[in-house]
């Protein structure tokens, strides 16, 4: 869901908490080794994203945060903030050319250029913790042959 986070309201608070969970406790941050990226360039947006980030002249560019069970990618337009709250069962990470990642999330995406390795090893965090939150197969752990 695309949301405007510039506002403190109890209503969005709630819809962000319910989605992707309330955020890490600083003993949690420091655990996880941080869970915000570094500034990421975007390179192409879904058009309700595009048609934000067209109402102004700054650079095109966003961070993520990693919530307990989703994703919030944040980005600015005019004096706005918005978030793209991306639970993890909703989330789809697609590599695309050289230093290209996107974030999929039903009729939404954001293609943002991961060029360095800080950003790289961010979004292998961001896989990490998908995978961690996977809830535990309905057959149980497969047996092992003695």
Do not use: W
Request: hydrophobic residues 35%.
């Amino acid at each position: 869901m695309l949301l405007n986070l510039s506002y403190n309201d109890k209503n969005i608070d709630r819809k962000v908490d319910g989605a992707v969970g309330k955020p890490f406790s600083i003993k949690q941050r420091i655990a996880l080794g941080g869970v915000g990226s570094p500034k990421l360039s975007i390179a192409k947006t879904s058009v309700e994203i595009h048609n934000l980030l067209e109402l102004d002249n700054n650079s095109n560019s966003c961070n993520i945060e990693i919530r307990p069970r989703g994703i919030i990618v944040r980005f600015r337009s005019l004096l706005e903030t918005f978030g793209l709250i991306i639970p993890f069962y909703k989330l789809n990470l697609q590599k695309g050319g050289n230093s290209l990642h996107s974030l999929h999330m039903d009729q939404y995406f954001i293609q943002v250029h991961t060029d360095t390795k800080a950003s790289q090893r961010f979004l292998k965090k961001i896989l990490d913790q998908r995978r961690d939150q996977r809830p535990p197969s309905p057959d149980g752990p497969p047996e092992h042959p003695l």
